[in-house]
């Protein structure tokens, strides 16, 4: 079974970027699709960009269109990793933001969740 592993993270400024990455150990299929999600205290957690394990079809929450990127770690680093680049964050983005793995975009039946990794956006 697929395990996830986050890295990243911590406190910025608002207008600053964090890049967040996921890194997949264990059998994943090109097809399955990988999501970064975020909960901040109190809320429901909400799906933020989601793409294709292969590195396509990279979709957005209106929330953080524009600003943020989902893509996937061809660096040779790992096997499988993806990145989530965060720019101009804004206090409102300030949650704990988990990768996840599902057979579809829709998540309905999630692989694997990552341990998660507290972004903070405060002057």
């Known amino acids: 079974q697929v395990q996830l592993k986050e890295s990243g993270g911590g406190s910025v400024q608002p207008g600053g970027s964090q890049r967040l990455s996921c890194a997949a150990y264990?059998?994943?299929?090109?097809?399955?699709?990988v999501g970064w999600f975020r909960q901040a205290p109190g809320q429901e957690r909400e799906k933020v960009a989601t793409?294709?394990?292969?590195?396509?079809?990279?979709?957005?929450?209106p929330s953080v269109v524009g600003r943020f990127t989902i893509s996937r770690d061809n660096t040779g680093t790992v096997s499988n990793g993806w990145f989530l680049q965060m720019n101009n964050l804004k206090p409102e983005d300030t949650a704990v933001y988990y990768c996840?793995?599902?057979?579809?975009?829709?998540?309905?039946?999630?692989?694997?969740w990552g341990q998660g990794s507290q972004v903070t956006v405060s002057a």
């Open positions: 793409i294709i394990v292969e590195g396509r079809g990279a979709q957005y929450s």
């Open positions: 264990g059998y994943i299929n090109d097809r399955d699709c």
């Open positions: 996840a793995t599902a057979r579809t975009c829709d998540f309905q039946f999630v692989n694997a």
